[in-house]
C-alpha cells in the first residue's frame, strides 16, 4: 500500500514564501512520476507541478512558473514544493500524487494521493 503525507501547508502573506514537503512509503518511489495539484474552493483540481522519477526533468502550470519549484530527493522518499511570491489566488488545497505515466499533468493518471494540506495566502 502506497501512502503519501503532505506537510507544510500554513498561512502566509502575499508576497511570502512556504515549503511543502510530501513522503511516500510502501512502495517504490524512484518509480513514480511525482506531481502536486491544488484544488481551491468550488474549483477543479488543477496541475501545479510534475517531476520525472529520475528527477532530470520538471513541468509547470503556467501561473507558477518561475515561482515554484518542484524537486525530490529519491534517497529520502520524498518531493517538494517551494512556493515563492504567493498570490491570494494560489490559495488551495494542495495534494502531491504518484504515477507511473510520464509527466502526466492530468489528475486522473495519478494511482495514489495525499490528504492534502491547506495554503492561505492573504492580501
Known amino acids: 500500500q502506497v501512502q503519501l503525507v503532505e506537510s507544510g501547508g500554513g498561512l502566509v502573506q502575499a508576497g511570502g514564501s512556504l515549503g511543502l514537503s510530501c513522503a511516500v512509503s510502501g512502495g517504490t518511489f524512484s518509480s513514480y512520476d511525482m506531481g502536486w495539484f491544488r484544488q481551491a474552493p468550488g474549483k477543479e483540481r488543477e496541475f501545479v507541478a510534475v517531476?520525472?522519477?529520475?528527477?532530470?526533468?520538471?513541468s509547470y502550470e503556467d501561473s507558477v512558473m518561475d515561482r515554484f519549484t518542484i524537486s525530490r530527493d529519491n534517497g529520502k522518499n520524498t518531493v517538494y514544493l517551494q512556493m515563492n511570491r504567493l498570490k491570494p489566488e494560489d490559495t488551495a488545497v494542495y495534494y502531491c500524487?504518484?504515477?507511473?505515466?510520464?509527466?502526466?499533468?492530468?489528475?486522473?493518471?495519478?494511482?495514489?494521493w495525499g490528504q492534502g494540506t491547506q495554503v492561505t495566502v492573504s492580501s
Open positions: 517531476i520525472r522519477r529520475s528527477g532530470r526533468a520538471t
Open positions: 500524487a504518484a504515477s507511473v505515466a510520464t509527466m502526466s499533468t492530468t489528475p486522473t493518471m495519478y494511482q495514489y
